[in-house]
């Protein structure tokens, strides 16, 4: 097989989360040709399976086989990111800016270093500034509409969630956060309509379960409330949260009865 086949099935691998057999097949496909794409994307399989020391050694390899790509700086960011080690990703999220100011991708990571520690005005800037390069990225617009969420800017939250939705009908964070943001405003009935519609994609959420009989159970429909807290307790009998919310609901139906 060639490098490039080699390199077109890791992709594949890559892209479906299967990161062992993407670095399987992108290190066959380096030995037969080394590429700094390929070499980049080695970097990313260590990443994604917590290999962080060949991680930070193979970006560095790459940066020093070519310093003018701001590329490997913001991945050793990204390492540094997914190791709390903030002071030392800034430095290099910083660095690759500096490379290249006009890269999507690196604002987008100073914007989830300035969510990481909590920043939410200066992460909601960054992600701003991401989307102005690029603005059909669907993982910016949630990420920015849960800045806005967290800043109490439920309009503004709602409409950055419809737009990671649009971009990507599998964004299915995209319309928990809405339920979240109705439930937030005490919207019951369209916060009950986006988890009702989670639960046909991920029936077995718990959380969402409980979401949905939280609902239920403000809107006092007691009966449907009881219905998914024993779909949660034939899973999970101990559930604390469901077995709170069952007592509520027993003790509101013997009020109204």
């Known amino acids: 097989m060639t490098s490039e086949k080699y390199y077109e099935k890791a992709e594949i691998y890559y892209i479906n ?47 020093k086989n070519n310093p003018g790509w701001e590329r490997p700086l913001f991945n050793l960011g990204r390492v540094y990111l997914k190791t709390e080690n903030f002071k030392q990703a800034l430095s290099y999220f910083q660095k690759a800016i500096l490379l290249n100011p006009d890269n999507a991708d690196t604002y987008y990571y100073l914007g989830v270093y300035y969510d ?16 102005f390069i690029d603005n059909k990225q669907s993982e910016t617009h949630l990420n920015l509409g849960m ?3 967290r800043l ?12 990671a939705y649009d971009y990507d009908n599998n964004c ?13 405003r005490k919207d019951y009935v369209d916060a009950l309509k986006k988890f009702l519609f989670m639960s046909e994609v991920e029936p077995d959420n718990i959380e969402n379960m409980l979401d949905i009989a939280f609902c239920y159970y403000r809107i006092k429909n007691m009966e449907n409330a009881r219905e998914w807290i024993n779909r949660i307790t034939k899973v999970d009998a101990n559930n604390e949260e469901a077995n709170k919310l069952l007592k ?10």
């Open 172 to 184: 299915i964070d995209a319309i928990k956060n809405q339920g979240l943001v109705f439930l937030a």
């Open 248 to 257: 509520a609901i027993i003790r509101r139906s013997s009020v109204s009865d």
């Open 116 to 131: 990481k520690i909590k920043e939410y005005e200066r992460a909601k800037t960054y992600y701003e500034k991401s989307l």
């Open 17 to 63: 989360s299967q990161y062992e057999k993407a670095l399987s097949y992108f290190k066959k496909s380096y030995e037969l040709k080394e590429s700094n794409d390929c070499l980049n994307y080695i970097g990313c399989c260590y990443l994604e399976l917590n290999n962080h020391i060949s991680a930070i050694s193979t970006f560095r390899k790459l940066n």
């Open 147 to 149: 800045c806005y969420f």
């Open 152 to 163: 109490d800017d439920y309009e503004n939250a709602l409409k950055e969630f419809n737009l």
